[in-house]
């Protein structure tokens, strides 16, 4: 069986490791230059449950199966969370706001601890302005997606797969309603079925097939610092900061992009956000900034992605959505078992495509 996975980002990686460990035969093209070229590439790499919410109950238990598929990564592949760390403190602008997070979130299955001033002080000594009650996820991840996208590709090229780069899909060929191959620049690449994994950019691919799809796109700033000294040990959350520390060093935040104007664009924002680096984290010593990007992630309404194959079109597959770096390796084990054997996971239920 002949398989083209468009799209090296999270998702795409991930399914076409498993695709390729499952013995077919799998070429990758991603648009860009090299792995994670896209949004994954400006991820900030947190793997959590905090974020979703309880309420909605198939988004929450997709994310909790999706969560606790995390927990077995370092035992099958050790190698692609090396670097990863563990942990994270999260707060809100009250401590009623905070424990009322904890409450909901522990009653729905998150395994979260209310933490006082004394802990977090032990679990973050270098914290300067502690709140007095903090959400401590000691399962969290800390992790670089561009590495674990590097991984999964560089496992699925050792299991028979082909990666291609610089090769963007301008049409998914389609004949007799069945879809047959892709056509990048003047070549056309023919395969048995077609992967859709493309993120954001997937929505004009399958616009002539899937015009309802409802996919959209949310901007997120990642910035990056160098760091004189490590000081941060988890990912810490508050009101006015998202961070983490790599093991080398490196200080990752995260914040939501509001416009391009001089006060709430990128650089505006990365100025704010390296005052209250420096503000919280003293003990970093010296740092600076050494980028910040823009990212576009691509969202549904709902919450759920969409994974499945395209009603009305065979061997036309679809797997896009957020939050892609926590969902991956679960979408691409259910997504492999239904494109190589037909077996829907009842998770996907919710994440199915329309015509």
């Given at each position: 069986m002949k398989i083209i996975v468009i799209g090296g980002g999270i998702f795409g990686a991930s399914i076409a490791c498993r695709l390729a460990m499952a013995g077919t035969d799998?070429?990758?093209?991603?648009?860009?230059?090299?792995?994670?070229?896209?949004?994954?590439?400006?991820?900030?790499?947190?793997?959590?449950?905090?974020?979703?919410?309880?309420?909605?109950?198939?988004?929450?238990?997709?994310?909790?199966?999706?969560?606790?598929?995390?927990?077995?990564?370092?035992?099958?592949?050790?190698?692609?969370?090396?670097?990863?760390?563990?942990?994270?403190?999260?707060?809100?602008?009250?401590?009623?706001?905070?424990?009322?997070?904890?409450?909901?979130?522990?009653?729905?299955?998150?395994?979260?601890?209310?933490?006082?001033?004394?802990?977090?002080?032990?679990?973050?000594?270098?914290?300067?302005?502690?709140?007095?009650?903090?959400?401590?996820?000691?399962?969290?991840?800390?992790?670089?997606?561009?590495?674990?996208?590097?991984?999964?590709?560089?496992?699925a090229e050792a299991d028979g797969a082909r990666l291609r780069y610089n090769s963007p899909v301008s049409d998914i060929l389609v004949e007799a309603g069945r879809a047959v191959g892709v056509r990048i620049g003047s070549e056309q690449l023919a395969a048995d079925i077609m992967v859709v994994a493309g993120g954001a950019g997937s929505a004009n691919l399958l616009l002539r097939h899937v015009p309802s799809l409802g996919l959209r796109t949310s901007p997120t700033i990642l910035m990056r610092f160098a760091a004189e000294h490590q000081a941060i040990r988890q990912i810490v959350c508050g009101p006015d900061l998202e961070v983490r520390q790599t093991l080398d060093g490196e200080v990752f935040s995260a914040e939501g992009y509001i416009d391009d104007t001089p006060l709430n664009g990128p650089q505006a924002i990365a100025r704010q956000v390296h005052a209250n680096i420096i503000r919280q984290f003293p003990g970093l010593g010296q740092i600076h900034l050494r980028s910040v990007d823009v990212g576009y992630r691509p969202m549904l309404d709902d919450g759920m992605p969409r994974v499945g194959f395209v009603p009305g079109v065979e061997k036309l597959y679809v797997a896009v959505g957020h939050p892609g770096v926590i969902l991956a390796p679960l979408v691409a084990r259910l997504a492999a078992r239904e494109i190589m054997a037909g077996e829907r996971s009842s998770l996907l239920s919710a994440a199915s495509l329309t015509p």
């Open positions: 799998v070429t990758v093209v991603e648009a860009g230059p090299e792995p994670a070229s896209g949004v994954t590439g400006l991820a900030f790499g947190w793997v959590n449950l905090i974020h979703s919410d309880p309420q909605h109950k198939a988004s929450y238990a997709l994310r909790q199966a999706a969560f606790a598929e995390w927990q077995d990564v370092p035992q099958e592949f050790p190698d692609a969370v090396r670097s990863a760390r563990r942990g994270s403190l999260l707060w809100k602008s009250s401590a009623q706001a905070t424990e009322h997070l904890v409450s909901n979130q522990s009653a729905a299955g998150t395994y979260v601890r209310l933490v006082e001033r004394t802990e977090i002080a032990r679990l973050e000594p270098d914290l300067h302005e502690a709140p007095d009650v903090a959400a401590y996820l000691p399962d969290d991840f800390a992790l670089s997606p561009r590495e674990v996208v590097r991984f999964f590709l560089a496992k």
